[in-house]
């Protein structure tokens, strides 16, 4: 259920409704299907199912996260990747993470602080984001910020505490969060069955092959430890000679 072709069916029941939008132009309709992607471990996974999506004509939002422990989204070798999905017509926006924050003015100030840096470093303009892991208090909140498009803001998402998968939303979101997708599956006949559609998914899920949950992140697991010896092994002269006794995997 995590392939890149599971993907690309996916995709392919999108088009066929030919409501896909933008955030900026689901304001403007009626009926959409936005497909939006909250980037967490890898921006290299994120990067492979760009490539996905390009390869079916498909565009979507991928946000980034600016302070995240598993990725550096200002190394210059995310930089280019960055910079290259915007340059092919990918739209990238920031994946805000509250760190413990509660104080509804004082998360404005740090998301529009955060977008601003980001515009700076990549050059682009960022003008959307997401927040990572919203508590009930933030859905609630409905934040929106001029000239800011905020994901979870009510022309996108609606939001019910008390929300099953069954409940009869003005837009019904569905996300594949913890590798389950518990909203439904966006196959074509639940699509089908809705004017207003918002699409979550998370990169790190999604391999050409398609994985479990164990599977899959045994699978990152490796690919981030072979991140850190080529890191290490271009950055250390004297590293190179001894890389060969860590070229075994730890799992």
């Not at 601003?116 to 003008?127: A, T």
């Not at 609630?140 to 099953?164: L, R, V």
Request: glycine share 4%; net charge negative; charged share 30%.
């Amino acid at each position: 259920m995590f392939s890149f072709e599971d993907y690309r069916e996916i995709l392919r029941a999108i088009k066929e409704t030919g409501l896909y939008a933008t955030y900026e132009e689901a304001l403007e309709r009626d009926s959409w299907i936005i497909m939006r992607h909250d980037v967490e471990y890898s921006v290299e996974r994120a990067y492979a199912l760009s490539k996905v999506e390009e390869s079916m004509d498909f565009r979507s939002t991928f946000f980034f996260q600016w302070t995240n422990n598993s990725y550096n989204i200002l190394s210059r070798k995310n930089r280019d990747i960055l910079t290259d999905m915007h340059e092919r017509g990918q739209t990238i926006g920031l994946h805000f993470a509250l760190n413990g924050m509660t104080d509804m003015k004082l998360i404005r100030e740090r998301i529009r602080q955060e977008i601003d840096m980001l515009s700076n470093m990549l050059g682009f303009e960022i003008n959307s984001f997401s927040i990572h892991r919203p508590s009930p208090d933030v859905l609630a909140e409905n934040i929106k910020i001029p000239g800011i498009i905020n994901a979870y803001q009510d022309n996108f998402f609606s939001f019910d505490p008390k929300a099953t998968p069954e409940s009869k939303l003005e837009v019904k979101y569905m996300s594949d969060a913890n590798h389950i997708w518990r909203y439904g599956y966006p196959d074509a006949e639940t699509i089908g069955k809705h004017q207003k559609i918002q699409i979550l998914t998370h990169p790190f899920a999604w391999t050409k092959k398609g994985y479990d949950n164990l599977e899959n992140y045994r699978a990152l697991i490796n690919e981030k430890y072979v991140e850190l010896l080529d890191s290490i092994d271009n950055e250390c002269k004297d590293f190179g000679p001894l890389r060969d006794n860590f070229e075994k995997l730890p799992l």
